[in-house]
């Protein structure tokens, strides 16, 4: 199956999750998604109509907004639906994008060495050799 989402953390994040949902089965997931400044936001502080941290200049200070990635995900998935929640960390740097998915918990308890055989079993994640 091949993805593609107008979102680098929705992109990042939906083959980690089509895996866990596969292999064990999602009942909740909170993510946090770090990126690099946008164009929307502030090279000066200034006034903003969305929230004070939002009016923060970017360049000086990490920023705590809302993320579309854990909406967009029951787009692309449909099952997770209402099961991924998040937040966004914006960064002072020109290029990056990261998911941290933490307290994903699952239907079927496995450890994480036994979830390597089925990240590497669909060929869409590289994971180191044993």
């Known amino acids: 199956m091949v993805y593609s989402c107008n979102s680098c953390t929705t992109n990042c994040l939906a083959p980690i999750a089509k895996v866990l949902q596969h292999s064990s089965g999602i009942h909740h997931a909170f993510m946090t998604t770090v990126h690099a400044s946008t164009q929307c936001q502030h090279v000066l502080n200034g006034y903003s109509t969305k929230d004070r941290r939002s009016g923060r200049l970017i360049m000086g200070n990490i920023i705590l ?17 209402g099961k991924v929640s ?9 290029n990056l994008s990261m998911v941290d998915c933490r307290n ?9 060495n036994e979830q390597v055989p089925y990240f590497r079993s669909t060929g869409a994640i590289w994971c180191p050799p044993s």
Do not use: Q, Y
Request: hydrophobic share 45%; aromatic share 0%; proline share 6%.
């Open 104 to 112: 994903c918990t699952t239907m079927i308890s496995r450890g994480n």
């Open 86 to 94: 998040g937040i966004s960390v914006r960064v002072p740097t020109a």
């Open 65 to 81: 907004t809302a993320t579309g990635a854990a909406k967009a995900i029951k787009t692309m998935l449909p099952e997770l639906a």
